[in-house]
């Protein structure tokens, strides 16, 4: 069964940095490209960042861009997002999915940025 679980939220100040997980089981995330998504209270999800299968490559929303990373280990099965220079309106459940095929939702990882 494919599945993906999300960890690594919390509360930070603006300008502070967390490195988020998605643990992939049920198939080898590194013959899939993977997307994070985040959606905040009262708006639609939205792209946050992807890492494509055959070449490594990756993409980032603009409003990300230059401040998030995304990468993966795929001895582990598992995704990050490192997130550095946060900014209240980062704040939102994070989710992470395949870009094919894609599974149902996680629970997703809550991530507050508020002084």
């Known amino acids: 069964q494919v599945q993906f679980v999300e960890s690594g939220g919390g509360l930070v100040q603006p300008g502070g940095s967390l490195r988020l997980s998605c643990a992939a089981s049920?198939?080898?995330?590194?013959?899939?490209?993977i997307s994070w998504y985040r959606q905040a209270p009262g708006k639609e999800r939205e792209f946050v960042a992807t890492i494509f299968a055959a070449v490594d490559n990756s993409n980032y929303a603009e409003s990300v861009k230059g401040r998030f990373t995304i990468s993966r280990d795929n001895a582990k099965n598992t995704i990050y997002l490192e997130m550095k220079n946060l900014k209240p309106e980062d704040t939102a459940v994070y989710y992470c999915?395949?870009?094919?095929?894609?599974?149902?939702w996680g629970q997703g990882t809550q991530v507050t940025v508020s002084s």
């Open positions: 049920g198939f080898p995330a590194s013959n899939f490209g």
């Open positions: 999915n395949r870009n094919y095929a894609p599974a149902r």
